[in-house]
């Protein structure tokens, strides 16, 4: 291509002795070629002739050699192969081999993609005239364009293959090429050369058609894409009149760091019609992906409903964080249409729940989630939206349910009702129930855990979406958003917005690096990806973003429904037990005490079988619920006290391929630190599996905020203990507690034991009361002088059931007090969410977790087992189930 003056290095001085030399020999030339028209001199174009003349275009201060080069293409004789085929992800590949002047022009096509793996380029399928058009514009270069069907060119675009094809001799010649300023100085001199009859009177560029040299309009090339802001972009080499195009955008800004002018997305139409306007310049805009654009499109036709969240019920909006209350308005903003992907432990049930209480016009609801979690969900709803046990169904395979919800089994022959104000249904029994509950046509959808919708050939997957997609409102939760691998996110998307993400080739061949038969491994265009799904559908905060709006520590409940079989077991020893505990108090009042000590020690042994029986028919729930916490890829603690649980997460965990610590009464001392420095600084062990004995005190681990109880332990000081191992100095995020119970277990004893002592001692584990411990006697703590909390410790310890003081025996002994002081210089600090806490550990029943060594030690003290009484007492739901 002619350069401008800087481009040849010459002076004015030089380009007029150029200029005036090029015009006296060309003048020469002319006559001499005038005096031997007549000759048999061999023509131009003869074989043997085709050599240049070589003039003499001296200049006093340097040589021509010096100051004219040769075409870059010299030597180029081989002819270029150019493929251009049908690609995935409705896209069009170019294949070439490589030669930079063919780079550039396949640069200059809107939308191209360089696939390093394939070596091609690949461009938006609408671009394939514009594709050829580039190429074609080559025409110094010897090219063969294949365009493999069913690719064709439109009407009016020549085929490049025949017809770009150079024959003038020049083309196996070596080009001399001269100064534009020249060439057109003599040009003007000299205009009536080109109506010589030599075949070729002198090789300058435009003297085959005899056309004056004209400047071309100044090109410019701009493109859009969407910032991670989530507005559009618009980047291009710096021009005044594109400048002042966009500075007539509405509400378009120039952002001086990233050198990027920015406006919203409804401003892209106004920005695409002032470029195209100005008129002294070829505008090329490199449009948004068509996917984006779609997404953007969708997105904007949602109705912004902010205004709605006002009614949300009054105790649950006081207990929302700043953060949350973000999240309930952004989902209202996409029309009730959101992926709420928030760091696990941030409280996305109860954003989601927020949400749904402002929609309550299009009550029913369906709540789509793992097995492990429908019971908790059920307990959720009636706790924040005041809705009635009754009016909430629950789909169950197997298991009993407690708390008084309607429970649906989708065993048996008999027709399946899912009518419930509020629909709880697991994503495998979904897949059952899809006819059913597409016929129901439920307006709002909750999806927790979305990523269980993850795989695209699933046949859950392709339940669920279906499902989402009809749906009035729609949310899906996740913490897990799986941007890193762009394909698990796709199903999630499309349930969310199906006019944008249409075909899985388009977005695989853009997000996904490409595939081959239909495998999408890859990632590609990550930041695009990131910003459209930001701007579209989803909030995402981690725990670090919002850590000054968290407390130190959430505790958490998880009910989970238990396999109907061994459930039998457990129930026939819960009834021998309450049989047992019959009998012994008729010995008490007969005053048999031989008869007493029996029953005593055959109570003792039912209590630990119940126990020992109810971890290993809690093992797959577990299981379960530790899948969807590996699903997060945090790391985390788990503390179980049995032999069998422990051994049946290490299972788990081995199926899986994670790595893991385990620590329990069979590691020797001498590794157990080595086992925490593995666990503390390998960020790829992600589980440590403790024993709540063996691992509750003494150790740091700190690397996890997470601590998960499969299991629990009779007294709150072996609990306080186990989370502080996580809780500590040096922790640096909020730690999350979750505790697995199971109804109808030894869970209730367990958990009324606990409660019981918190009562005796005053141990408050969370709460803004007075920093100073609370006593039995002491004054109480008036109901509502704390701030509302989300799922603290205390506000689960209720007892399932338990006697009043006047339904106790009268003549018995009253109720154990503590056998300490109540204040005592033997304190550990346990911090609550907001205040600091005191526990007081000098109660020697701490030092027992075996409920028979915990028996016998109070026995010991008080000379009766009452204190068992309101503990143990167990109310059964029915008594014909056993």
Same mark, same amino acid.
């Given at each position: ?32 070629? $005038?005096? /031997? =028209? ?7 174009? *003869?074989? +043997? &002739?085709?050599?240049? #003349? ?127 300023? $020249?060439? /057109? =100085? ?7 050369? *080109?109506? +010589? &009859?030599?075949?070729? #009177? ?681």
């Amino acid at each position: 291509m002619l350069g401008d003056d800087d481009d040849w290095n010459l002076s004015p001085e030089e380009l007029d002795a150029l200029e005036r030399s090029a015009a006296t020999q060309l003048a020469a030339q002319q006559q001499r070629h $005038v005096q /031997s =028209s007549n000759s048999s001199a061999p023509s131009w174009d *003869s074989p +043997s &002739k085709r050599v240049l #003349p070589q003039y003499d275009f001296g200049s006093p201060q340097k040589n021509i050699a010096t100051l004219i080069s040769t075409s870059p293409l010299k030597g180029a004789r081989g002819i270029i192969r150019v493929k251009i085929f049908e690609d995935l992800g409705g896209r069009i590949a170019c294949q070439a081999p490589y030669n930079s002047h063919l780079v550039e022009a396949l640069k200059t096509v809107p939308g191209r993609s360089w696939d390093a793996s394939r070596k091609v380029w690949t461009y938006p399928e609408a671009g394939l005239e514009y594709l050829v058009n580039a190429i074609k514009s080559l025409s110094h270069l010897k090219l063969s364009i294949e365009v493999v069907p069913p690719l064709s060119l439109n009407a009016g675009v020549s085929n490049p293959s025949t017809a770009d094809k150079i024959s003038s001799p020049e083309d196996e010649a070596e080009i001399w090429c001269t100064p534009p300023q $020249v060439l /057109s =100085s003599v040009q003007d001199h000299h205009a009536g050369i *080109s109506q +010589s &009859k030599s075949p070729r #009177p002198c090789q300058f560029p435009s003297s085959r058609d005899g056309a004056s040299v004209q400047a071309p309009k100044k090109s410019c090339y701009v493109k859009f894409f969407l910032h991670h802001c989530g507005k559009i972009a618009a980047k291009f080499d710096y021009d005044t009149e594109v400048v002042a195009a966009l500075k007539r955008v509405p509400r378009a800004d120039y952002h001086a760091k990233e050198r990027l002018w920015m406006f919203p997305v409804s401003s892209i139409s106004k920005a695409e019609e002032d470029l195209k306007a100005i008129k002294d310049r070829v505008i090329t805009i490199e449009p948004l992906e068509p996917i984006v654009k779609r997404a953007l499109e969708a997105t904007a036709t949602l109705p912004d409903l902010r205004d709605r969240f006002d009614l949300i019920d009054e105790k649950l909006r006081k207990t929302l964080m700043e953060f949350q209350i973000e999240g309930v308005r952004f989902a209202l903003q996409h029309g009730g249409r959101a992926l709420i992907a928030d760091e696990m432990g941030l409280g996305k049930t109860l954003q989601a729940l927020a949400v749904v209480s402002c929609l309550h016009e299009d009550w029913p609801v369906l709540i789509i989630v793992p097995s492990s979690l429908r019971v908790h969900w059920a307990n959720m709803v009636t706790t924040w939206l005041n809705v009635s046990p009754s009016d909430i169904t629950i789909v169950l395979s197997q298991g009993s349910c407690h708390g008084g919800f309607n429970i649906v089994r989708t065993t048996g022959k008999h027709k399946l009702l899912v009518n419930g104000l509020f629909n709880i249904v697991s994503y495998d029994a979904l897949t059952k129930l899809g006819d059913i509950i597409l016929r129901t046509g439920f307006k709002i959808v909750i999806a927790d855990e979305s990523h269980y919708m993850k795989n695209p050939q699933a046949k859950r997957t392709n339940v669920c979406v279906p499902v989402l997609q009809k749906a009035k409102y729609a949310l899906l939760l996740t913490g897990t958003p799986a941007l890193s691998r762009p394909i698990e996110l796709f199903k999630q998307l499309q349930a969310l917005q199906p006019t944008a993400y249409q075909k899985i080739n388009e977005y695989g061949g853009r997000y996904c690096q490409g595939g081959f038969f239909g495998v999408w491994q890859g990632s590609s265009n990550r930041e695009e990806l990131h910003a459209l799904v930001k701007s579209t559908v989803m909030i995402r905060r981690l725990k670090s973003d919002v850590l000054s709006q968290l407390p130190k520590k959430r505790r958490e409940q998880i009910f989970m429904t238990l396999d109907e079989r061994g459930m039998k077991q457990i129930r026939a020893l819960l009834h021998e037990l309450d049989t047992v505990k019959t009998a012994m108090q008729a010995a008490l009042q007969a005053g048999n005490k031989e008869e007493v000590m029996d029953m005593r020690t055959e109570e003792r042994t039912l209590i630990s079988k119940i126990y020992s029986e109810t971890a290993e028919v809690k093992i797959p729930a577990v299981q379960e619920f530790l899948e969807t916490m590996l699903e997060g890829g945090c790391k985390f603690l788990v503390f179980a006290h049995h032999q069998v649980m422990l051994d049946g997460i290490q299972e788990l965990l081995q199926k899986k391929k994670v790595k893991f610590i385990r620590i329990d009464g069979k590691t020797p001392a001498a590794s157990r630190q080595d086992l925490v420095k593995t666990f503390q600084e390998k960020e790829d062990v992600k589980v440590a599996v403790l024993g709540i004995r063996a691992a509750g005190v003494g150790l740091t681990l700190t690397a996890a905020s997470t601590v998960v109880f499969a299991e629990m332990s009779w007294t709150p000081g072996d609990l306080v203990q186990a989370e502080d191992r996580a809780h500590r100095i040096g922790q640096e995020s909020a730690v999350n507690v979750y505790y697995l119970h199971a109804h109808d277990t030894i869970d209730d004893f367990i958990w009324d034991a606990v409660q019981h002592k918190l009562e005796n001692l005053g141990q408050v584990l969370d709460g803004q009361g007075d920093s100073s411990m609370q006593v039995a006697g002491s004054k109480e703590v008036e109901a509502g002088s704390q701030s509302q909390e989300q799922s603290t410790l205390h506000d689960y310890m209720k007892p399932v059931s338990k006697l009043s003081d006047n339904d106790q025996n009268v003549s018995g002994p009253k109720r154990v007090q503590s056998r300490s002081s109540p204040v005592s210089s033997k304190r550990r600090k346990a911090p609550g969410p907001v205040s600091q806490q005191y526990i007081d550990l000098t109660d020697q029943s701490d030092m027992y977790e075996d409920p028979e060594v915990y028996q016998d030690d109070l026995i010991g003290s008080t000379g009766t087992s009452d204190m068992f009484e309101p503990c143990l007492q167990y109310e059964f739901a029915d008594y014909e189930d056993y």
